[in-house]
């Protein structure tokens, strides 16, 4: 095998590649990248069993071939070759070490056998269909803080995925949840997608996927089977197991009666849950909310640095339906305003009952956050 391709082309190819690397060698192989080179591009592979990417770039072919090479060593040497630099790496023959050249620099890495690298792409996937890529990343980005990191609740680690009719339409939804909120979102249903079944993808697939979004094209190809799901951004092609469970039945946890509405701008309600957040060292930092026509009053303390408390007025506010005082989590309250564009809008029913949040300009996405003690 011999190649070379540009630096930068390479380097890039090998950023999306190596991060999926295993890289506690528990299993050899899977430090390594599969490399194959043929007619006038290469394919970059990489996995853990659980993901596998694969990458297709251009590249001046001189002989085709196969290869494996540590995925972490290799990204880092091209990364600190020149910008402009020609990468050229060649093979005399299998398992012989693999040299790589770039102007007075050359190198030699031992490799692996090409037939030990596992491959989870193959098979069959049969449902299929395309997604803008504006619309997956708002599936993405509205959800993805609310994944449970608690691995005893394996089947929370991940996004919910299904196709379901809202309010008389079909759509595309995505939820995710770790029992103190629920972030949920969708999206019209796009041809393809109406025999989807409800698949849970696991939170490491959902960031290397978030992390190619923005490189995107304007669509993203989806293939799923009851298994495995696979993603073609671009050039790429991500292929992920999904998660073996149940999710749980989220509508129940969705309150259809919190009638008290609280009205706020997201910046001033941010900002000021922050300073009054920013007294107490405790990781949970609860804040009080009290509510009263025309006013809401935002109060933490602390046993070791005292009390604090912030006004906003009808100047900020719209809040109609009596008093109510309420407690959160500052951290789960900045969790959610981050995903408001402008306005956010609360409703509730009282001070010990989940409360709904949405963006007031995103009727669309929604989230729901359990109260606590303060």
Not at 312 to 336: H, M, S, V, W
Request: proline content about 6%.
């Amino acid at each position: 095998m011999k190649f070379s391709a540009e630096r930068t082309t390479l380097l890039k190819a090998l950023a999306h590649i190596q991060s999926v690397a295993e890289k506690r060698n528990t299993i050899p192989i899977l430090a390594n990248v599969l490399i194959q080179a043929q007619k006038d591009q290469i394919s970059l592979k990489s996995t853990d069993m659980e993901i596998e990417v694969v990458e297709v770039i251009p590249a001046n072919v001189m002989q085709d071939g196969a290869t494996t090479a540590p995925a972490s060593v290799l990204y880092e040497i091209v990364r600190k070759l020149p910008d402009n630099a020609t990468v050229e790496l060649d093979q005399s023959e299998n398992e012989a070490p693999l040299h790589l050249r770039a102007g007075r620099f050359a190198t030699r890495l031992n490799v692996l056998s090409v037939d030990d690298f596992p491959s989870m792409g193959a098979g069959d996937f049969p449902c299929s269909f395309t997604l803008p890529v504006a619309a997956l990343r708002q599936l993405i980005d509205r959800t993805r803080f609310a994944i449970s990191t608690e691995e005893t609740r394996y089947y929370l680690n991940g996004i919910f995925f299904h196709a379901i009719t809202g309010e008389g339409t079909p759509v595309l939804r995505s939820v995710a949840t770790d029992g103190h909120r629920l972030a949920r979102a969708e999206t019209a249903l796009p041809a393809g997608a109406e025999a989807m079944p409800g698949v849970i993808i696991p939170r490491k697939t959902v960031a290397e996927l978030r992390k190619l979004i923005d490189e995107a094209p304007e669509e993203i190809g989806v293939a799923l089977s009851e298994t495995r799901i696979q993603f073609s951004v671009g050039p790429v092609t991500i292929t992920s197991k999904l998660i073996d469970g149940t999710f749980p039945e989220y509508d129940r946890v969705i309150p259809r009666n919190n009638t008290r509405i609280l009205r706020v701008g997201k910046k001033d309600f941010a900002n000021a849950v922050a300073r009054v957040a920013a007294i107490s060292q405790e990781r949970s930092k609860p804040v009080k909310m009290m509510l009263e026509p025309g006013l809401l009053t935002l109060s933490a303390s602390s046993p070791e640095q005292g009390t604090t408390r912030e006004e906003l007025d009808d100047k900020y506010i719209t809040f109609e339906e009596g008093n109510l005082e309420i407690g959160f989590q500052a951290r789960y309250l900045n969790d959610i305003t981050d995903q408001v564009e402008k306005d956010v809008e609360f409703a509730f029913s009282d001070s010990a009952s989940p409360t709904i949040v949405r963006d007031a300009d995103s009727p669309e996405v929604l989230y729901v956050l359990m109260p606590m003690r303060v």
